[in-house]
């Protein structure tokens, strides 16, 4: 009993202010006194405090653009650049029908040097899975929207009701969720 005691008073007394910070790629590490690290463990890492800005976490944010809405965009594009109406017929026929999602990021969160590898996982709302992607951070675009990435752009097969969308950042496995609720015309 005696030696149980010491060793849970020699762990509490290690664990003793230590502050996490998280990497630019979102892993979270160990900051200790003596001015080394290491990575984060949370089965031995209870006590550390987390010493991120509030605005330092990874936003991510989807833009769902529906099949009408391809429809009109692509049509004023094709146009707008004197295409016949028989080459925009037959470019119509190719606009997903489920419509187009777009995966967001700001342009801040994103670090060059050290990209994350974010998994996708697109199911529909009897949990079937519709599209599973692993894509890195290289690949962002710039968006449309000022300091904004485009971080994955997903053709949707046809739909009905919600879809679930996961995101995983294959390092930290910190993960985000979202329903994607489909506009009835």
Known sequence: MKFFFLVVLGLAWGAWGLETAVTQSGRKVI??????????????????????????????????????????????????????????????????????????????????????????WIRDQKGKVLLQREISEKLAVPADEVNLLNLASFELPAFQGDLQVEIQDKITQQTFEYTLSAEKP
């Not at 200790?32 to 949370?42: C, L, P």
């Not at 990021?105 to 998994?119: C, G, K, Y």
Request: glycine share 6%.
């Open 31 to 120: 900051l200790k006194n003596d001015g080394t690290w290491e990575w984060f463990d949370a089965s031995r890492h209870l006590e550390a405090t987390d010493v991120r800005a509030p605005g330092a976490q990874v936003q991510i944010s989807l833009k769902y653009k529906d099949r009408t809405w391809c429809l009109k965009e692509r049509r004023m594009e094709l146009e707008a650049g004197d295409v016949p109406e028989t080459s925009i017929l037959d470019s119509l026929r190719k606009v997903p029908a489920g419509g187009i999602l777009v995966v967001q990021a700001p342009q801040t969160s994103v670090s060059p040097q050290d990209p994350r590898t974010l998994l996708y």
